[in-house]
């Protein structure tokens, strides 16, 4: 049974840091793309970033550039997502994605989400 669960959201104030956490279980993590996306209030889903199964390639959308950084501990079956300069804008639930491929084709798989919110 695939898990991913999350760890590491809050309440922070402009400007500061936060570093997600997302430990996976149940698929064959470090041969799996992984991926953070947020989603607003009354706003879609998007992608945040994301890393490919060796760490090698990340990709990051345009706002988080600089200031986001993804990573990956394939001994230890989780990513992370670490936010500095954090803004209003970023507040949203934040969730981990792994796409696990299988003989049949890839699935994707969603944690539960955690709660970023950044206000002063």
């Known amino acids: 049974q695939v898990q991913l669960v999350e760890s590491g959201g809050g309440l922070v104030q402009p400007g500061g840091s936060l570093r997600l956490s997302c430990a996976a279980s149940?698929?064959?993590?470090?041969?799996?793309?992984m991926s953070w996306y947020r989603q607003a209030p009354g706003k879609e889903r998007d992608l945040v970033a994301t890393?490919?199964?060796?760490?090698?390639?990340?990709i990051f959308e345009d706002s988080v550039k600089g200031r986001f950084t993804i990573s990956r501990d394939n001994a230890k079956n989780t990513q992370y997502l670490q936010m500095n300069s954090l803004r209003p804008e970023d507040t949203a639930v934040y969730s981990c994605?792994?796409?696990?491929?299988?003989?049949?084709?890839?699935?994707?798989?969603w944690g539960q989400g955690t709660q970023v919110t950044v206000s002063s």
């Open positions: 149940g698929f064959t993590f470090s041969k799996s793309h």
């Open positions: 890393i490919s199964s060796t760490g090698v390639s990340t």
């Open positions: 994605n792994a796409l696990v491929s299988y003989e049949s084709g890839p699935i994707n798989y």
